[in-house]
């Protein structure tokens, strides 16, 4: 056996000694040992002698310095320039804005350039890291990162009653969630309750530093993921009871709290019908409307009748104030460039062939996309959520800096293309816990 195993390991050494791309190496490795003994177990099967149908299927793979050579050509880095290309646009405009908007003062364009530079080596970072991580230690990765989001929420500054940094920290969320939702594929209703349990642990310690839109923003985030997965056959469960078991304790949440909590009930109120409260919280919708509804295609619009100007026209209403300034045609731009970014990504999301890499580049263009539709539904007058940022384009500098690194691990997801196999990683991770016959086994070592 030992010889057996000989054989084929200076085999497989030899075709990966072609291939310069050295990560590669591991699941080309994997897949054609797999091969290998396919392909003499069928041997085998029509018995012919173990070590016969070892040395005719190896010799049934070729050459080993041509099979190698050929894979060489096939598996190098892919580079989505086309993405690059449209995330350094956006940085650009995004300066253009600044500095139009801010001018020179305090050296805000400085420090916007500084925070630029900052994000494009966090997108490096990211590029370059293998982001299978997410896979192969999703529990660690987890809990380490609630950890973080306790430090950073008990040691950060509170802003309009959330922490400052947590709440921008928190856009790795999703991404770091979907390693948990990739280990519960294939564990049927199990998995998918499982997920829902960490989700509640993950919540618990976000709660006492995110305001309750930064919480719901989360929260939307992880059920359209669960929800992809399901839809997908990922959980292997009939489909409508899993959407059913999802959703039924989501919608009972939702009304209970809308039911229970005044404040959120005002809230999503005034943001359809501002007018019930003018002059407390619906005054900002209602002047934001206003602005937008003076303004001109091209050109500085009329403001509003009472010369009051919205705040954070600098951060949260920018969008709001470019157009007053400089007309719709200035939303179109900025909304063409990011749905261009993000229209591209999708389409190549939707490509990847592996479990893991389409969880974890989807959960990037969600959050992304997801943050764009809310700022732009707040400058619009429709305030149900506070927003974030606008990605690329608003001033500020630890949400373009996260921002920046979760295009990193997209583009590290488009780079692996089609060769990480899902199965030849799961057979790789050493699992936190297995199921076997309804019981939970879990390896602490």
């Not at 959520?385 to 608003?394: E, K, R, V």
Request: some cysteine.
């Amino acid at each position: 056996m030992k010889e057996s195993n000989k054989r084929v390991q200076e085999y497989i050494n030899l075709v990966c000694n072609q291939i310069r791309w050295k990560k590669a190496h591991f699941y080309i490795s994997s897949e054609l040992e797999n091969h290998i003994i396919d392909q003499k177990n069928a041997f085998v099967s029509q018995r012919l002698e173990a070590d016969k149908a070892l040395e005719k299927s190896i010799a049934e793979m070729g050459d080993p310095i041509g099979v190698g050579t050929d894979l060489d050509r096939i598996h190098k880095p892919k580079i989505e320039w086309s993405v690059i290309a449209l995330t350094g646009i956006a940085l650009l405009l995004g300066l253009v804005v600044q500095f139009i908007v801010l001018g020179d003062t305090n050296f805000s364009i400085g420090k916007s350039v500084f925070h630029s530079i900052l994000g494009i080596a966090a997108m490096i970072i990211a590029y370059i890291t293998d982001y299978t991580i997410i896979a192969k230690y999703p529990y660690k990765l987890f809990f380490g990162f609630l950890a973080i989001v306790l430090v950073i929420g008990i040691i950060s500054p509170s802003y309009q009653g959330s922490s400052f940094y947590s709440k921008f920290f928190l856009l790795l969320y999703p991404t770091i969630f979907t390693g948990i939702i990739y280990s519960m594929r294939d564990k049927g209703y199990l998995g998918l309750v499982l997920c829902g349990v960490f989700m509640g642990i993950s919540y618990i310690v976000f709660l006492p530093f995110a305001i309750y839109s930064t919480y719901a923003f989360y929260s939307l985030l992880s059920l359209i993921l669960i929800t992809i997965s399901i839809l997908k056959g990922w959980f292997n469960i009939n489909k409508i009871k899993g959407i059913l078991l999802v959703y039924i304790p989501m919608f009972v949440t939702i009304s209970y709290t809308f039911i229970n909590n005044p404040y959120i009930r005002i809230r999503v109120i005034n943001a359809f019908n501002p007018n019930l409260d003018p002059m407390g919280s619906g005054w900002l919708s209602n002047m934001t409307r206003e602005i937008i509804s003076n303004a001109k295609f091209i050109g500085e619009g009329l403001g509003t009748s009472s010369g009051y100007m919205i705040p954070e026209i600098y951060t949260d209403s920018l969008l709001t104030y470019l157009i007053h300034r400089f007309g719709w045609i200035s939303l179109i731009v900025i909304v063409s460039v990011l749905a261009l970014l993000m229209i591209k990504s999708l389409k190549l999301c939707l490509k990847q062939n592996s479990i893991l890499g389409s969880l974890v580049s989807i959960s990037v263009v969600l959050t992304i996309s997801a943050q764009i539709i809310i700022y732009i539904a707040y400058n619009l007058g429709f305030q149900l959520m506070a927003p974030l940022t606008l990605p690329f384009i608003s001033y500020g500098g630890t949400g373009l800096i996260i921002n920046m690194f979760l295009i990193g691990i997209m583009l590290s997801v488009f780079k692996w293309g089609n060769l990480v196999n899902d199965n030849v990683l799961v057979s790789s991770t050493k699992k936190f816990f297995t199921i076997n016959d309804g019981k939970i086994i879990i390896d602490l070592k």
